[in-house]
Nanobody
């Protein structure tokens, strides 16, 4: 298993930027596909962005394409989500998730989750 700890959330005005980080404790971080999910109050958890082991596959939810960028630093065993042009509808708790080998956008396929970091975008 892998332990995940998110950080970087906070309050930001619409149009602003924020970078989320997810620090992973794993022997072989490169064996894991990584994703960001988010959950707003009263809403189901939804996929935001994912990145494959090699980093060459980076799917995004339509709602964040062109605004968010996912990346990973395997040497630092850290996952990032750079969020630009933030909108009030981006307000949610953001979760980091990891699974061995294969990248997927389905939350139920992930067994490793961080505690979440809250992002609030004011209008």
């Amino acid at each position: 298993q892998v332990q995940l700890v998110e950080s970087g959330g906070g309050l930001v005005q619409a149009g602003g930027s924020l970078r989320l980080s997810c620090a992973a404790s794993a022997r072989t971080f490169t064996n894991y596909a990584m994703s960001w999910f988010r959950q707003a109050p009263g809403k189901e958890r939804e996929f935001v962005a994912g990145i494959s082991q090699s980093g060459d596959d980076t799917p995004y939810a339509d709602s964040v394409k062109g605004r968010f960028t996912i990346s990973r630093d395997n040497a630092k065993k850290t996952l990032y989500l750079h969020m630009n042009s933030l909108k009030p509808e981006d307000t949610a708790v953001y979760y980091c998730a990891a699974r061995l080998l294969l990248l997927t956008t389905r939350a139920l396929r992930y067994g490793n989750w961080g505690q979440g970091t809250r992002v609030t975008v004011s209008s």
